[in-house]
C-alpha cells in the first residue's frame, strides 16, 4: 500500500523568509504527485501536479515542487512566503497508469503560519 | 461555475442515531470520492463511484458505513448507528472521468460531531 511522509506538522515564517515543505511517498511504480491547500474556512485546492516531464513543476501563486523519483520525494518550495499563504498544505499520491483511477493517498497535512 | 456541493455542512448527532451526507458534484464530472478528514488520522480515501461501473469500497471503516449515487450525479454517505470515532469532515470531490492524471475537486465538507 501506498503512504505519504509529510515531515513537517507546522512551520512558522515570517514574510519574505523562503519555504520548503517535505514529502516523500513509498509506491515503486509510475506516480502522479499533487500538492493540495486548504486555506483558512475554505475547501481543498489545487496548487500544482506532476505527471510527467520536467520533474520541477510550477503552481499557483509562486509555488513550485521537485520530483525526485530516486529519494521518493516532492518537495514544496517558495522563494518568498506572504501572510496569504498561512494555511494547511498536504501531499497527495495516486498510483499513474492507463488502468489504474485516482484514489488518492494523503500526507497528515502541514500547517504554515507566515507572521506579517 | 459551481463547484462541489455537500450538505449540510454542519452536523450534530447522538451517538447511536443514523446520519446522512449528500454531495452534488460538478456538473458533468463522472468519478466522484468521499474522504473523511479526522484528528491524528488525516485525510483517508472512502469510496470512489465513476459512472455506470460498481463502486470501490475499499476505504469504508465499517459495514455501518455505506453510499449510492443515483442518477450518476448526487451521491449520499450514510452512517448508521454513530459512534463518536466517526466524528470527522467527510470530504466530498469529482473529476471529470476518474482517471489518476485528472485532479480532484473537493468541497467544503460536512463537519460531523457525535455527542
Known amino acids: 500500500a501506498q503512504s505519504v511522509s509529510q515531515h513537517n506538522h507546522h512551520v512558522i515564517l515570517s514574510e519574505a523568509a523562503s519555504l520548503e515543505l517535505g514529502c516523500n511517498y513509498s509506491?515503486?511504480?509510475?506516480?502522479?504527485l499533487f500538492w493540495y491547500v486548504q486555506y483558512p474556512g475554505q475547501h481543498l485546492q489545487l496548487l500544482l501536479k506532476?505527471?510527467?516531464?520536467?520533474?520541477l513543476v510550477k503552481g499557483i501563486k509562486g509555488f513550485e515542487a521537485e520530483f525526485i523519483k530516486s529519494k521518493f520525494s516532492f518537495n514544496l518550495r517558495k522563494p518568498s512566503v506572504q501572510w496569504s499563504d498561512t494555511a494547511e498544505y498536504f501531499c497527495?499520491?495516486?498510483?499513474?497508469?492507463?488502468?489504474?483511477?485516482?484514489?488518492?493517498?494523503f500526507g497528515q497535512g502541514t500547517i504554515l503560519t507566515v507572521h506579517p | 461555475g459551481a463547484g462541489v456541493s455537500q450538505s449540510p455542512s454542519n452536523k450534530v448527532t447522538e451517538k447511536g442515531k443514523d446520519v446522512e451526507l449528500r454531495c452534488d458534484p460538478i456538473?458533468?464530472?463522472?468519478?466522484l470520492y468521499w474522504y473523511r478528514q479526522s484528528l491524528g488520522q488525516g485525510l483517508e480515501f472512502l469510496i470512489y463511484?465513476?459512472?455506470?461501473?460498481?463502486?470501490?469500497k475499499s476505504g469504508l471503516p465499517s459495514d455501518r458505513f455505506s453510499a449510492e449515487r443515483t442518477g450518476g450525479s448526487v451521491s449520499t454517505l450514510t452512517i448508521q448507528r454513530t459512534q463518536q470515532e466517526d466524528s470527522a469532515v467527510y470530504l466530498c470531490?469529482?473529476?471529470?472521468?476518474?482517471?489518476?492524471?485528472?485532479?480532484?475537486?473537493f468541497g467544503d465538507g460536512t463537519r460531523l460531531s457525535i455527542l
Open positions: 470531490a469529482s473529476s471529470p472521468q476518474g482517471s489518476s492524471n485528472q485532479p480532484q475537486h
Open positions: 509506491y515503486g511504480g509510475t506516480v502522479n
Open positions: 506532476y505527471f510527467s516531464g520536467d520533474p
Open positions: 497527495a499520491v495516486n498510483e499513474g497508469g492507463g488502468t489504474s483511477y485516482g484514489k488518492l493517498t
Open positions: 456538473s458533468g464530472h463522472t468519478a
Open positions: 463511484f465513476q459512472g455506470n461501473s460498481a463502486p470501490d
